[in-house]
């Protein structure tokens, strides 16, 4: 699996994808990224270590993604991200974070600004409609206000591709992401293992009359595969 990648539009960083112990919460219907995991953690060191080891600060702008949150990569990793940050002079850093572990985001702040470096954290909301995120979902977030929901997180993840949702549907999403987070990114749901399928209409949609209104946008990433950040799919790709 490619494991690390270079971003050169919108906002420019490297990106690797990491392993933890795994998303606690693994419930979302339509996830199986948390099949990316082991209960052993000395061998997600070695292999964190090893995709971290490409990293270079070319952008001083680095994001870490996990099939997870940022607490399932375990200590020792956080701490080797905080070393590669000070050594490659990356002065800004994503990571992605479940609600769930919305009070873990403040000493992580404070710890990561003590080596200069500061944190931007994703939260995948998927849609600001709360009763399709919740009862068709799964998300495991409680609260139904979109500035509540923002509080102490910085980006946010949106889905769109899912029987239901509509042109106006995706536009409200993405504008009120715009409105309480920095930085939005749209996911078009893909076939993966689970019973939520794809709409093919809802993407022709999106594609038509939605993604040509925030192609050009620099806080809006999009991507139409999920392995377009260039992390995900096969070494060889």
């Known amino acids: 699996m490619k494991r690390y990648s270079i971003i050169t539009e919108k906002n420019p960083r490297e990106i690797v994808l990491l392993r933890g112990t795994g998303c606690k919460w693994k419930r979302c219907t339509f996830c199986d990224y948390h099949l990316d995991r082991s209960e052993n953690e000395a061998e997600n060191f070695a292999l964190n270590a090893a995709v971290l080891a490409q990293v270079n600060g070319i952008y001083h702008h680095l994001e870490v993604i996990n099939s997870g949150s940022f607490p399932e990569l375990g200590e020792a990793t956080i701490e080797l991200i905080r070393k590669v940050c000070r050594e490659k002079g990356i002065t800004t850093l994503h990571f992605e974070c479940h609600y769930l572990y919305r009070n873990a985001i403040a000493p992580l702040r404070e710890r990561f600004a003590e080596a200069g470096v500061t944190l931007h954290i994703k939260i995948g909301v998927e849609t600001f409609d709360a009763t399709y995120r919740e009862e068709i979902l799964h998300k495991g977030i ?14 946010c993840c ?4 899912l029987s239901g949702q509509s042109v106006s549907s995706m536009i409200s999403d993405i504008e009120t992401g715009l409105v309480h987070f920095q930085r939005v990114c749209v996911n078009i749901m893909e076939e993966n293992t689970t019973s939520v399928h794809p709409d093919t209409d809802v993407i022709s949609a999106f594609i038509k009359d939605v993604y040509p209104l925030y192609q050009t946008n620099p806080r809006v ?15 060889n790709e």
Do not use: M
């Not at 949106?158 to 591709?161: E, K, Q, R, V």
């Open 221 to 235: 990433d999009i991507l139409l595969h999920n392995t377009d950040f260039g992390v995900g799919g096969p070494e």
């Open 142 to 155: 409680s609260q139904t206000d979109p500035a509540k929901i923002a509080e102490g997180f910085d980006e």
């Open 158 to 161: 949106l889905l769109f591709g």
